[in-house]
């Protein structure tokens, strides 16, 4: 079974950057659409993004396109999330998952295999 683990994740001034790194278990991560998703305190859970299978194209959410940049390193099994220009309103815990396919609109319960996450706080 697929295992995928995050990492990256800190503490970061506003304007900063940082990348999320997601780390899978086997070396068919190209086959997998992937999505990164995030939590902030009491809100739900909201996709930034999600990238088809074999190098497809990315789909960003709204509130960071022109911000974060999805790119995969099949060498390592990993896809990587940049982040920059960051805002407070980033501050949640990010996730990434895997599935076939991202589907219409790509939601966490909705993916087979799905990441622990990592803590990205931003501060003013």
């Known amino acids: 079974q697929l295992q995928l683990v995050e990492s990256g994740g800190g503490l970061v001034q506003s304007g900063g950057s940082l990348r999320l790194s997601c780390a899978a278990s086997e070396s068919t991560l190209d086959y997998y659409a992937i999505g990164w998703f995030r939590q902030a305190p009491g809100k739900e859970r909201e996709v930034v993004s999600c990238t088809s299978s074999s190098g497809g194209s990315t789909n960003y959410a709204d509130s960071v396109k022109g911000r974060f940049t999805v790119s995969r390193d099949n060498a390592k099994n990993t896809v990587y999330l940049q982040m920059n220009s960051l805002k407070p309103e980033d501050t949640a815990r990010y996730y990434c998952?895997?599935?076939w396919g991202c589907g219409y609109y790509p939601v966490w319960s909705d993916f087979r295999y799905r990441g622990q996450g990592t803590q990205v706080t931003v501060s003013s």
């Open positions: 998952a895997a599935d």
